[in-house]
């Protein structure tokens, strides 16, 4: 199916060049090893030739159609996008009926269920370079990994966050992973925080809000930085909106107006696309727009903080 879905208005320094047009294809793909089906949305810009490629992973009890703002805003920058559902920690959490609430705490204390999430995505990763239809579409030397609550976990722990336990024999941080977008980071729990931190290498966009708490981690707006604040690599963005709550990133559809509200929407998308794009894509005017703190992105009260970003 084609999109030609409307572009969010992006700053003047990342609007040079019409948005894209985007192909997108709902699929499931089966990880035969686990007897485990993941469905899949996939959105391919129509640029031609391989895009950088970013895997976005929902919250608990989302969904693959959530984040639409942000992957269609990835995708039509010139970025192909893969957005992953995880069986167990997804929507059937609550469109099953019984105690929603009660279904998402067992969920979320369940080890073997975000051990399921970090394999999804190294099956995907595995996945890649053999699906026939993808060839010459992705550049594999250039992938990040976003997400949004539960998905910024994963995307903290496939970069190296460490998690009690240890690694269960799994190669972390992923190598094939080159950058992060932690849509209201998790603090790192039962490790101290620069213990935990202290090998995530990778480049990384922190996004939250004053309101960001949430009820299952108990997880509080201040918290929220933590990851930032410990992790010593260079290329750290922190960015609080003013008045984001939890819900504001999510875009779940069907979940109600807490979830889909829109208002924090472009601004993220904004930073994310200049993000990649200064990392990636060598565009001067996205890394100026960065390095100068986002004026054109912000709104009162908002701010906006780095660490090592490349001049």
């Known amino acids: 199916m084609m999109s030609r ?28 090893a686990r007897n485990r089906d993941l469905p899949m949305l996939l959105r391919l810009p129509d640029s031609g030739g391989a895009a950088p490629l970013v895997l976005l992973s929902h919250g608990l009890g989302g969904s693959r159609e959530g984040l639409g703002y942000l992957g269609r805003a990835l995708a039509q920058a010139g970025f ?6 995880h069986p167990g920690t997804d929507d059937s959490l609550w469109r099953s009926g019984g105690d929603t609430r009660l279904a998402l705490a067992a969920a979320v204390t369940d080890a073997s269920r975000a051990l399921d999430r970090i394999l999804d995505v190294v099956f995907v990763l595995d996945t890649l370079p053999r699906r ?6 992705l550049d594999l030397s250039r992938i990040a990994i976003a997400g949004h609550s539960y998905g910024a976990w994963l995307v903290q722990t496939m970069l190296g966050q460490r ?38 290498r990778a480049p990384m966009l922190h996004v939250t809000g004053t309101e960001d708490r949430d009820f299952m981690g108990g997880n509080s707006a201040l918290s929220r930085r933590i990851p930032y604040d410990n992790i010593q690599a260079p290329g750290q963005v922190l960015a609080i909106f003013a008045g984001a709550a939890h819900g504001s990133f999510a875009d779940e559809p069907g979940t109600g107006a807490r979830w889909e509200d829109s208002a924090y929407h472009a601004r993220t998308a904004a930073l994310a696309v200049a993000f990649l794009r200064s990392l990636w894509l060598g565009d001067a005017p996205a890394r100026h727009l960065l390095a100068e703190g986002a004026p054109e992105v912000l709104e009162p009260g908002d701010m906006i903080e780095s660490k090592g970003l490349a001049p």
């Open 5 to 32: 879905r409307t572009a969010l208005s992006l700053p003047a320094a990342l609007a040079t060049t019409p948005a894209l047009a985007v192909t997108e294809s709902r699929q499931s793909w089966r990880d035969a």
């Open 80 to 85: 192909a996008v893969l957005h992953l559902q």
């Open 132 to 137: 026939p239809e993808l060839a010459g579409r």
């Open 163 to 200: 998690v009690p336990g240890g690694d269960r024999g799994l190669a972390l941080p992923e190598p094939r992973l080159g950058a992060g977008i932690a849509l209201s980071p998790i603090p790192p729990q039962g490790l101290p925080a620069r213990l935990a931190m202290d090998r995530v």
